[in-house]
């Protein structure tokens, strides 16, 4: 059984796979304005995404790792955002800020987020990140110390090697996890296209090579050819 909790998370956890939006775009017609029908819609879409999500970690993980906990951020100074963490002993956490609840126009919106949030959970991308970080640093430190660096160097060096590390893949994650959370937003009954016109509002991601997030045309555009071959 998913549960649903509401908390003001003041502290965030330093490993988290997340929408990192940065600022929504704000339109007329957003949930919003209509705070009883925005939460009404969160809950039917946690409800109609729970058997997907379950089944879908199950068949691809194999393990007992899919007891989700969704959780959202009620404090209204959070910006918009959405992201997956693990709790101490390994389960998914997927914690959404009301504000980004508020941001979306439809539930189809709020069950694509949802359902690529899950995604990274299912793909094991926190893991695999952490695993790149790690050797990443360690890798760089001991080039540092070859190079008879010093300690701060060496410090320096890891500390460039891990954030190398955690953008080495990043991109990939997020179009593998835009890829099958277009599969479980339709299992869901959700319409993924209509969901990913979300994109549209979000903020371009930084055009350096250490963006983390694609360009939103890409992704939508993954989006769009994912639910082609779907037959949607
Ligand atoms: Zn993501």
Same mark, same amino acid.
């Given at each position: 059984m998913w549960r649903v909790l509401l908390i003001c998370l003041c502290v965030l956890g330093a490993c988290t796979t997340g929408y990192n939006t940065g %600022?929504?775009? !704000? #339109?007329? %017609?957003?949930l919003g304005e209509d705070p009883e029908r925005a939460e009404?819609?969160?809950? !039917?879409?946690?409800? *109609?995404?729970?058997?997907v999500a379950q089944s879908e970690c199950r068949k691809k993980r194999r393990d007992n790792f899919? &007891?989700? #906990?969704?959780?959202? *951020?009620v404090d209204p100074r959070s910006p918009p955002n959405a992201y997956q963490t693990l709790s101490d @002993?390994?389960?998914?956490?997927?914690?959404?800020?009301?504000?980004?609840?508020? =941001?979306?126009?439809?539930? *189809?919106?709020?069950?694509?987020v949802m359902a690529h949030e899950v995604a990274h959970h299912i793909l094991r991308h926190l893991e695999q990140q952490q695993d790149t970080v790690a050797a990443s640093a360690e890798l760089y430190a001991r080039l540092?110390?070859? /190079?008879? %660096?010093?300690?701060? @160097?060496?410090?320096?060096a890891? !500390?460039?090697?891990? /954030?190398?590390g955690a953008q080495a893949y990043s991109q990939d994650y997020e179009f593998e996890a835009d890829r099958l959370g277009t599969v479980m937003t339709a299992r869901a %009954?959700? @319409?993924?296209?209509?969901? =990913? +016109?979300?994109?549209?509002?979000l903020p371009e991601p930084d055009d350096t090579y250490l963006a983390t997030h694609p360009p939103? &045309?890409?992704?939508?555009?993954?989006?769009? +050819?994912?639910?082609? &071959?779907l037959g949607l």
């Open positions: %600022g929504v775009t !704000q #339109v007329p %017609g957003q009404q819609l969160f809950f !039917q879409v946690v409800r *109609d995404m729970q058997p899919c &007891e989700f #906990v969704i959780l959202v *951020d @002993d390994g389960q998914p956490m997927l914690t959404m800020t009301a504000s980004m609840i508020a =941001s979306f126009q439809t539930a *189809d919106e709020m069950a694509f540092a110390a070859q /190079q008879g %660096g010093s300690p701060r @160097d060496i410090r320096r890891q !500390q460039l090697g891990a /954030q190398v %009954g959700y @319409d993924p296209v209509l969901g =990913s +016109k979300y994109f549209l509002r939103n &045309e890409e992704r939508r555009q993954m989006v769009a +050819k994912t639910a082609a &071959e």
